[in-house]
């Protein structure tokens, strides 16, 4: 296996509870391999990342170069598994050998205490088990939550979508999203992909309307001028697809752009939590242009939409 596989999926992100210095996180994985006299066991080892000098050549604006060098720390963690094939030895003879198979994770601590995971679901407990307890074993306080995001958010995202909501980071078009509540006439599920705009998807606004949750939303995202296609799922999980702009870039610049987007999408994230509730949750009005655009386009909305203003109306605080 290659150490790059090319894709951008992070399955977790987490967050550490308390204060550190980056600079101490280094200090645990100096040198950090676990050997393994047993060919048949698994060997794990963490190892901090560098980025190569070419780094700098790659069209990446220098902000995100700042940082990956400031503000996150990159660990590797390797999975080596061994299986057993039957060979040939030198003489001639039949032999068992030991073909070895790498597993990667990447791994990403920033200065605000977020920790992102690039690899496997199948691996990701044992790989937080080791690179937690590593920080233990170094008397660094590794309590961390896992995040996931509010379905609020989402629809705090959509409802924005047309507006300046982040300095550093814009949204280009939102054009997947899925809604997730109790079963109706259309199942459990509302989904849709590929649309020029799902705020004016009636599979996502006539669950909206039915008091279902926003579970997903993708789209084209644009960070220091780059632009990238990019899934977001409320558990934590970030598909940032290689496709638009970041088809342009190599391995290095590839991880470089996604940690900067993952680094200025959870720090909006922080923002939107810290909003007054009056701006954190769409009006009522919102709910009822909603309403009146299905019923114009000829959808017939035959159920109230009197609990979700009530439930937005009591989250606003009014």
Known sequence: MSEYSGYLVF????????????????????????????????????????????TVDQPVPREFLRIMDDEVRWFRYKVREFTEETGIDSDGEQTT???????????????KGYVFFKGTKSDLNRVTDGFYTKLRDNGLDSTATELEFDPDFFLWLIYNQSQDISGSLLISRLTDAEVVGEQDAVGRVNQVSGSDNVARSAPVL???????????????????GIQMSVDIRS??????????????????????????FLHEFCNLYDSWKS????????????????????????FNLEFSVESVLEEYKQKRGE
Do not use: W
């Not at 308390?18 to 060919?39: A, H, M, V, Y």
């Not at 050998?97 to 200065?111: A, E, K, L, M, Y």
């Not at 909206?208 to 644009?222: A, D, N, P, W």
């Open 206 to 224: 006539t669950g909206l309307l039915r008091g279902k949750k926003i579970t997903m939303v993708g789209g084209i995202f644009e960070v220091g």
């Open 97 to 111: 050998v030991h073909i070895p198979n790498n597993r990667i994770c990447d791994i990403f601590i920033t200065s």
């Open 275 to 298: 909003l007054p509730n009056s701006e954190r949750y769409p009006p009522t009005a919102f709910f009822n242009q909603i309403y009146e655009g299905l019923g114009e386009a000829g």
């Open 11 to 54: 399955n977790q992100i987490h967050q550490l509870e308390s204060d550190f210095e980056l600079s101490n996180i280094s200090r645990c994985f100096d040198d950090e391999t676990n050997e393994q006299s047993d060919p048949l066991q698994l060997e794990d080892s963490i190892k901090e990342v560098l980025l190569p000098a070419r």
């Open 235 to 260: 558990e934590g999980r970030i598909h940032i697809k290689s496709d638009k702009d970041i088809s342009k870039l190599e391995s290095e610049g590839r991880i470089v752009t996604s940690v900067s």
